[in-house]
């Protein structure tokens, strides 16, 4: 199946845009703020919130960075306006992480002081490890003033030690396996070891207090979130369960009918064909899931 993914993945460039689309369209709102609130709706309608992300990464001019944020500052405008159940989800290196970190801290920073007034949410996502510090980092300068929460990636050897330094603080975290092709020697691979790694520190999570985001489509991995939930008995407000726009929805709506609050991953933007292209490549494995999505039975 590897190779069979990889071929995928490294023809896709190949592909007709309107090809790519058609695979995409499960998974990305579409191109404008208004596809983003009408799937915002539908799933706040179906009892799921949303974490909205406008599509894009590493950028290489400081203007860009800005019109990224000014899109993010529109977007928490329109989900108060509209009275959506949303929050946002952003990435460092559209902030300009890669240029200057301050930089990127200062355009992160009105984001999240917008976010903040508005009783709204910001998520600093987790890229590959070059960010990884820097993503802590500039978390550590705002989680004392701003609501903002970011993520640890169960897959880092590191991210055991980095829990260390972030729950005394009683963060906001959300928990995910990670999507990076990172090397041997800084993470693991056996995705067993991956699992019970995730299982390991969402346990400490809970057990700490924190506010957890459990985002994961794996059901072994749902499954043992449910039985940490209980045997720790967990109150409904320290967690949230994650998944993304498109991905095992049935898996979705049995953990929404069973009480549990469930937020939908929603992608949106211009840079969608970049980004599907882009993540097919540096995860062959999705390109397996979307034929396979494709082909089989619902
Ligand atoms: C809300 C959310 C936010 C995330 N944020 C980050 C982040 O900030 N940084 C980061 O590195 N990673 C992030 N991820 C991605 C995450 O790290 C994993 O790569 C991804 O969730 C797949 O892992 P899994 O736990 O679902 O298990 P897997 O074993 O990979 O997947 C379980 C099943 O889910 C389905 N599935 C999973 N992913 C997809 C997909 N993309 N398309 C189609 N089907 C799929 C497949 O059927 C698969 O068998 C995020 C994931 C979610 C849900």
């Not at 069979?4 to 990305?28: C, D, H, M, Q, W």
């Not at 902030?95 to 999240?112: Q, V």
């Not at 829990?163 to 067993?192: S, T």
């Not at 019970?196 to 957890?212: I, K, T």
Request: net charge negative; hydrophobic share 40%.
């Amino acid at each position: 199946m590897d190779i069979v993914n990889r071929i995928i993945a490294e023809t896709l460039p190949l592909v007709p845009k309107p090809i790519v689309g058609y695979f995409s369209s499960r998974y990305i709102a579409g191109e404008t703020i208004d596809d983003a609130v009408e799937t915002t709706r539908r799933l706040n309608a179906q009892g799921a919130c949303v974490t909205i992300d406008v599509l894009g990464e590493h950028i290489v001019h400081r203007e860009e960075a800005s019109t990224y944020a000014e899109h993010y500052l529109h977007i928490l405008d329109v989900i108060n306006a509209e009275k959506l159940d949303a929050n946002i989800s952003l990435k460092p290196t559209q902030m300009g992480l890669k240029l200057d970190r301050k930089f990127c801290l200062e355009t992160i920073g009105k984001i999240a002081e917008k976010a903040t007034g508005l009783n709204n949410f910001m998520c600093i996502d987790m890229e590959d490890n070059s960010c990884t510090e820097d993503t802590l980092w500039l978390y550590e300068q705002l989680k004392d003033s701003c609501s903002v929460g970011t993520v640890l990636q169960a897959y880092m050897r590191r991210s055991d030690a980095d829990l260390d330094r972030l729950i005394p603080h009683q963060v906001n975290l959300r928990l995910c396996k990670g999507i990076y092709v990172e090397p041997y020697a800084i993470a693991y691979k056996d995705r067993e070891i991956i699992r019970f790694n995730f299982l390991h520190l969402l346990e400490r999570l809970l057990q700490s207090g924190c506010y957890v985001g459990i985002a994961t489509h794996d059901e072994f991995l749902v499954w043992g979130a449910l039985h940490l939930l209980k045997k720790l008995e967990v109150p409904k407000d320290r967690y949230e369960f994650q998944m993304l726009l498109g991905v095992e929805e049935r898996l979705r709506e049995i953990l929404i009918r069973d009480g549990h609050k469930l937020r939908v991953y929603v992608p949106f933007g211009m840079h969608w064909h970049a980004y599907s292209v882009r993540r097919l490549k540096e995860n062959p494995q999705i390109a397996g899931y979307v034929l396979h999505n494709l082909f089989k039975k619902n």
